[in-house]
């Protein structure tokens, strides 16, 4: 069963809106025990998301969401930090290459995200970015219209 | 590590089921089959809590303001980031 990294915006989505691709993902990783890496950069950015939007005991409870998926693992910032050089210059936004870099150390499969900006960037030949929607069609699940 | 003991009483048929995977090497112990068990039962009952407490109807609007507060989040993390490495 091929790895993935999971972009913030899914887990952000996905927690929030039910009726979405990124939801039935959620759920996909739970049911099929799909490996999923992670990073402190990851944890920091959702959770700094869920505590300024749904308060501090939301985002501790999204904390132990994250640290429950029974099938993670986790990549340190001493890890995916050592590929930085290699990607910085290939993304074209400088404070997405961590995401990339934590992909790439753990030789994830797909990295899925909602953002198609990232897709188009040049990094796209090294990474293969798909939206939720594409990942869902390639466990064979028929997704929603919707791009999310 | 340190470690909780919890003692659970499982009926019989269960047990037998809970060896047939450690047998086959899925888990290396019963012990962590348990565990897995439990992590997944919080993780799925916290999907569930969130669905139940916050879902609410989405549209490309509502995405595409996560994505720019998220944008803002991640701009303000690599700016710590980099000053930190600097």
């Not at chain 1, 749904?54 to 099938?71: F, Q, S």
């Not at chain 1, 900006?117 to 069609?137: H, I, Q």
Request: net charge neutral; glycine share 4%; aromatic share 10%.
């Amino acid at each position: 069963m091929p790895g993935i990294y999971l972009d913030s915006n899914v887990y952000i989505i996905g927690l929030l809106h039910k009726e979405t691709n990124a939801a039935r993902i959620l759920g996909e990783i739970l049911d099929r025990d799909i490996p999923v890496v992670q990073s402190d950069y990851l944890f920091d950015e959702v959770l700094h998301w869920f505590k300024s939007h749904e308060g501090k005991d939301m985002a501790g409870l999204v904390r132990t969401y994250l640290l429950t998926i029974p099938n993670r693992e986790y990549v340190s910032r001493a890890e995916w930090s050592l590929f930085l050089d290699e990607f910085v210059n290939i993304v074209g936004d400088k404070d997405d290459p961590p995401h990339i870099c934590c992909n790439h150390a753990a030789s994830a499969d797909a990295f899925v995200t909602t953002n198609r900006r990232l897709t188009k960037m040049r990094v796209k030949d090294r990474v293969n970015f798909v939206s939720p929607g594409e990942y869902l069609a390639l466990l064979g699940i028929k997704p929603m219209d919707k791009e999310w | 590590m340190a470690t909780g003991v919890t003692s659970i009483r499982l009926p019989e048929k269960d047990a037998v089921l809970v060896e047939h995977f450690v047998n086959k090497g899925d888990f290396k112990s019963r012990s962590e089959f348990i565990r897995y068990a439990v992590k997944k039962t919080i993780n799925e009952m916290i999907l569930r809590e969130f669905h139940e407490r916050l879902s609410q109807p989405t549209d490309g609007k509502k995405v595409a303001k996560i994505q720019e507060d998220i944008k803002k989040i991640r701009k303000q993390l690599w700016d710590d980031y980099a000053r930190h490495i600097s």
